[in-house]
């Protein structure tokens, strides 16, 4: 068996050798509607409790105490009385159930159901969902669920040996849920709506904002602060509905103003940057520190007529390898193109980047907020 942990020990150093060049990269233009959302139009989050059954055995056992108790309690509904003790099955699994109350939705509609184990259940593959009541925050029955589960993965075998892909204890009900009550949802107030940006930007609000009142006249749209811009509903010479004046705002182009930002996670070596960032002019040296351990498993047998035992041993090896520092000066850039391509020369992999574009931000040299995940 060989184990091999990559210690990214490198030497980061970065040297500002000339002032700063501010520069952009070019923007495209995006809808309003991708940009913004309307206040008052939301989901609602539904969760409920329920039984899957009809499952192969790959069900809650004893040790899933309410399991028990909840199949007790509907037998007890159906007319048979039997004790929670007295049942052991495994064709059973407890599940929580949730799904969302789009807006707008109207009773009879139907919605996407997320089922998932609840207990120690192997698998949900082949079960079927009883009937699930889901509430609300509120606390209130929104909807309800029923039907057979589509699991993505399965699990056969015992717990000695078997087969396993993906996650086999969750599962979906497409259109599953069948909505009883719905909730009002009121977009335009006091004669406004209010649209909230995904991305709080100034300049973003701004332009939306001068957009709008440019394709509908006059000053119906005022960018308030960084996320929030008022359209008048009522006035204007086209005297739109409130649902025609959306449409035609949503449509509108608008060029996002985006910051200048890098994005990196450690755990899984992943690095973004985003088309604003820029970089001064900088040497950087790095090294690669790899460690790789190798375990051999023997067993140790004695000699035949023999007192002794039989036992297990594993011999491990260790080999480490350091690359060699190569100090490379990074030219000034302007655009990410150029900051990718330099750090690119370097020959670093995606977690030397990290650690070199953290070196940098220190420094100074990286024009932009590094924010690590």
């Known amino acids: 068996m060989k184990h091999r942990i990559a210690f990214p020990a490198f030497f980061a150093l970065a040297i500002v050798l000339a002032f700063l060049l501010p520069g952009f990269a070019p923007a495209q233009?995006?809808?309003?509607?991708?940009?913004?959302?309307?206040?008052?139009?939301?989901?609602?989050?539904?969760?409920?409790?329920?039984?899957?059954?009809?499952?192969?055995?790959?069900?809650?056992?004893?040790?899933?105490?309410?399991?028990?108790?909840s199949l007790s309690s509907l037998l007890k509904?159906?007319?048979?009385?039997?004790?929670?003790?007295?049942?052991?099955?495994?064709?059973?699994?407890?599940?929580?159930?949730?799904?969302?109350?789009?807006?707008?939705?109207?009773?009879?509609?139907?919605?996407?159901?997320?089922?998932?184990?609840?207990?120690?259940?192997?698998?949900?593959?082949?079960?079927?969902l009883l009937m699930t009541p889901l509430k609300g925050a509120d606390g209130n029955v929104y909807a309800l669920a029923q039907g057979p589960i589509i699991v993505g993965g399965f699990d056969h075998g015992n717990k000695s040996s078997g087969l396993r892909r993906n996650v086999p204890t969750v599962g979906r009900i497409p259109q599953g849920a069948m909505i009883e009550k719905t909730v009002r949802a009121e977009f335009v107030r006091d004669g406004k709506i209010l649209l909230s940006l995904k991305e709080s930007d100034f300049t973003t609000a701004n332009r939306i904002a001068g957009k709008i009142n440019e394709a509908l006249g006059g000053e119906r749209a005022?960018?308030?602060?960084?996320?929030?811009?008022?359209?008048?509903?009522?006035?204007?010479?086209?005297?739109?509905?409130?649902?025609?004046?959306?449409?035609k705002i949503e449509a509108l182009d608008v060029i996002p103003d985006h910051p200048a930002r890098i994005v990196v996670n450690e755990r899984t070596g992943t690095v973004v940057v985003g088309g604003n960032?820029?970089?001064?002019?900088?040497?950087?040296?790095?090294?690669?520190?790899?460690?790789?351990?190798?375990?051999?498993?023997?067993?140790?047998?004695?000699?035949?007529?023999?007192?002794?035992n039989t036992e297990k041993m594993e011999n491990e090896t260790f080999q480490v390898e350091e690359g060699s520092n190569a100090l490379t000066v990074v030219p000034q850039t302007t655009t990410v193109d150029d900051l990718v391509k330099a750090l690119n020369a370097i020959g670093a992999s995606p977690r030397d980047?990290?650690?070199?574009?953290?070196?940098?931000?220190?420094?100074?040299?990286?024009?932009?907020?590094?924010?690590?995940?």
């Open 353 to 373: 980047l990290i650690a070199i574009l953290q070196a940098l931000k220190a420094t100074g040299a990286l024009n932009g907020e590094l924010k690590v995940l």
């Open 222 to 247: 005022q960018a308030v602060n960084s996320g929030t811009i008022f359209v008048e509903a009522n006035g204007g010479e086209e005297n739109l509905s409130p649902v025609a004046l959306l449409a």
């Open 277 to 308: 960032v820029t970089l001064g002019p900088a040497a950087v040296a790095h090294g690669n520190l790899d460690v790789a351990i190798q375990t051999a498993k023997e067993v140790s047998q004695p000699a035949a007529l023999s007192y002794g």
């Open 77 to 128: 509904r159906m007319g048979l009385n039997i004790k929670p003790d007295k049942l052991d099955v495994t064709n059973t699994a407890a599940v929580m159930v949730t799904s969302e109350l789009e807006p707008f939705q109207s009773t009879g509609d139907r919605a996407d159901v997320l089922v998932s184990a609840l207990g120690n259940a192997r698998s949900l593959e082949g079960g079927t």
């Open 29 to 69: 233009a995006a809808r309003i509607k991708e940009l913004v959302e309307i206040q008052g139009v939301r989901s609602n989050p539904l969760v409920g409790y329920g039984l899957v059954v009809g499952l192969a055995q790959s069900g809650d056992t004893r040790r899933s105490a309410f399991t028990a108790q």
